[in-house]
Structures are given as C-alpha cells and as structure tokens.
C-alpha cells in the first residue's frame, strides 16, 4: 500500500545535537510538508517543497533545515539553534503542487524530546 | 492571511448522541476546507472535504459537514456518538491566497466519549 513512512518513531536529543527525521513516501507526490504539534497549538507549518530540490520556509522554519534532492524523501533536521524543539513532527504530502482542492495526507509522526 | 478558528479545545459527549464540532475560516474567497481525525500517537487521517460541489458533504465513520458561506462556518457532525471516535479533530482550509497552496489548521478539537 501507498503511503508515508516516518522514522524514528521516538527520538531523543542531547542539547547541542542536530537529529534528522525521516520522511519518505511513495505515493508519487510533487508536494511535501513538515509541521509542528504542540499541545493546544494544532500544526504549524516548518518547511515544504513543490518540486525536487526546491523548498520554502513555512511559519516557523527557524532552528530547521530540510532538503529535497529525490521526490520521495524529504528530511528534516533538527539543529542546536532550535531552542525548543520538543514536539511532535507530522509530515504530509499532497499529489500536486497546484490544486490546492486536494487533500494532503498525513505519517504517523516523530516524536522528538530532549534528554 | 487565513485564519480557522475552532471553537471548544475539549468537548464531552455521551455513547449515542449528537456529535456536533464547530470550525469558523476567515475568507473573502469560498475556500477548500478539510476535516481530520487523530488517534493518540498517529497522524492525520482525512474525514471529509469541502472542494464548491455539494454543500452537504459526507465523510467516512459517519461524519458529515455543512459549508455555510453566509455564516463562514463549515461544522462536523455525527448523528450518534461511538467509544471510537474518542480523538483530536481538526479543520483546515486551503489558503488560495498564499504561495504553495498551504493549509491553514485550527487548534484542535478533543473529543470525549461517555459511556
């Protein structure tokens, strides 16, 4: 079946570390997206990428890098500069880039705390 | 800029009643608008879409939302409440406005079933 894998599951990072989270889908998507949850919050938007090795900065892209150098894959990395990173990551994809009528659809998500 | 505002972070219902979960947008534009369900420690799952068909829109699990451009509003309802659909939901809308056709979340509403 279609979908997107997500991993770690759980991860834990040593302040000053940088960790990388997984995303990977085989959907043949053209859009993916990295959120953010946090309790109370709903998702907000780090990064997304309309095409390979093309992306931009969502609502809270600082203290996040990514890249897109094959359509499936899309990770993100978490870096020291995040002073707050503990959270849980959703990352999504969407079929095209252009009609903003259809769905994205979801991974199960990494959870990410600080040791 | 969009803004989806959902209204009630907790709603408590008993086994078999009305199931009735509040989403307002912000828009001059009738938007694409989207209802998901989370399960603790999963992703997002799609219930339903608003895409300017039918105004009445029918999803799985026996969820339905009504678009009301008048009252900017796009509620989800279930006629009869079951233990299973104890969860998060959330609305979004499409921000046609916005480069990268990105959606717009609200907080969340959780869901609690008595029984």
């Known amino acids: 079946d279609g979908g997107i894998t997500q991993s770690p599951k759980y991860l834990f990072r040593k302040e000053g570390q940088n960790v990388t989270l997984s995303c990977e889908q085989n959907?043949?998507?053209?859009?993916m997206y990295w959120y953010r949850q946090d309790p109370g919050q709903g998702l907000r938007l780090i990064y997304y990428s309309q095409i390979v090795n093309d992306f931009q900065k969502g609502d809270i892209a600082e203290g996040y890098s990514v890249s897109r150098e094959k359509k499936e894959s899309f990770p993100l990395t978490v870096t020291s500069a995040q002073k707050n990173p503990t959270a849980f990551y959703l990352c999504a994809s969407r079929q095209s880039a252009v009609y903003s009528n259809q769905p994205q659809h979801f991974g199960d998500g990494t959870r990410l705390s600080i040791l | 800029a969009q803004s989806v505002t959902q209204l009630g972070s907790h709603v408590s219902v008993s086994e078999g009643a009305l199931v009735l979960l509040r989403c307002n947008y912000s828009?001059?534009?009738?938007?694409?608008l989207f209802w998901y369900v989370q399960y603790p420690n999963q992703g997002l799952q799609l219930l339903l879409k608003?895409?300017?068909?039918?105004?009445l829109v029918k999803g799985i699990n026996g969820f339905e939302a009504e678009f009301k451009k008048s009252e900017t509003s796009f509620h989800l309802t279930k006629p009869s409440a079951h233990m299973s659909d104890a969860a998060e939901y959330f609305c979004a809308v499409s921000d046609l406005e916005a480069a990268g056709n990105k959606l717009t979340f609200g907080g969340g509403t959780r869901v609690l079933v008595k029984p």
């Open positions: 828009s001059s534009v009738p938007p694409y």
């Open positions: 608003y895409t300017s068909a039918a105004t």
């Open positions: 959907l043949n998507h053209d859009a």
